[in-house]
């Protein structure tokens, strides 16, 4: 019903960037925040960074300053652009939306996740 197609991963030195988009589609009545979350190897899922409808963002201490999270509304769209990667950067990154569904739930949705991988 709802799905989340990410975008822009890849293979990056240290230093680089990259730029991370995630579309939702599927019967959706509002969206309450998207955001990006990321998993590496042995190591819990951390939220990176996410944002509301309104515009608020937060970001985890480590990418303050380096990632900007915004999105595009009327495409239900969220972007992270990544500036000065590091290797400690590496990871799965998720995307993840709360959303209204048509019950007037609100609901949790998960991208498939996209590799993200820096080399220094």
């Known amino acids: 019903q709802v799905q989340l197609v990410e975008s822009g991963g890849g293979s ?24 990006w ?20 963002s937060n970001y985890m201490d480590s990418v303050k300053g380096r990632f900007t999270i915004s999105r595009d509304n009327a495409k239900n769209t969220v972007y992270l652009q990544m500036d000065s990667l590091k290797a ?5 990154y998720y ?3 709360a959303i209204r569904d048509r019950l007037g739930r ?7 996740g996209t590799q993200v991988t ?3």
Not at 12 to 35: D, E, F, H, K
Not at 37 to 55: C, F, H, M, W
């Open 12 to 35: 990056v030195q240290a230093g680089g960037s990259l730029r991370l988009s995630c579309a939702a589609s599927g019967s959706i009545l509002s969206i309450y925040s998207m955001g």
């Open 37 to 56: 979350y990321r998993q590496a190897p042995g190591k819990q899922r951390e939220l990176v960074a996410r944002i509301t409808s309104g515009g608020s």
């Open 88 to 92: 400690e950067d590496t990871a799965v």
């Open 95 to 97: 995307c993840n939306a």
């Open 106 to 112: 609100r609901n949790e949705y998960w991208g498939q």
């Open 118 to 120: 820096v080399s220094s």
